[in-house]
């Protein structure tokens, strides 16, 4: 069956770096947009970057901070995410919806069918 599979996350300093990876199985993910999520306590799961096979698109939250790519040879999708702030402390998630399609003003609102189980991202001093 379709899998995403996230890690890379952990416990970070503000200023400091991870990297986040998502994991596909059963599907190549390079012919779809793959969308990364997050999620803070208390507060709504909002998007945080998309790729696509030709397109890529981030939050204005995170844009200069955040580089996504992927690795087709490994199948996974990678988030970089550098001068990271307390505000960026939550579960990440990675989803798709197996649709080819670009990382256009839609893919905040796509109902994605598969997601990931996540990883926690707690950036504090």
């Known amino acids: 069956q379709v899998q995403l599979v996230e890690s890379g996350g952990g416990l970070v300093q503000p200023g400091g770096s991870l990297r986040l990876a998502c994991a596909a199985s059963r599907f190549a993910l390079d012919y779809y947009a793959i969308g990364w999520f997050r999620q803070a306590p208390g507060k709504e799961r909002e998007g945080v970057s998309c790729?696509?096979?030709?397109?890529?698109d981030y939050a204005d939250s995170v844009k200069g901070r955040f580089t996504i790519s992927r690795d087709n040879a490994k199948n996974t999708v990678y988030l970089q995410m550098n001068s990271l702030k307390p505000e960026d402390t939550a579960v990440y998630y990675c989803?798709?919806?197996?649709?080819?399609?670009?990382?256009?003003?839609?893919?905040?609102?796509?109902?994605?069918?598969?997601w990931g189980q996540g990883t926690q991202v707690t950036v504090s001093s």
């Open positions: 790729i696509s096979n030709s397109d890529t």
């Open positions: 989803a798709t919806d197996l649709i080819p399609q670009l990382c256009d003003s839609t893919w905040l609102s796509r109902p994605y069918n598969y």
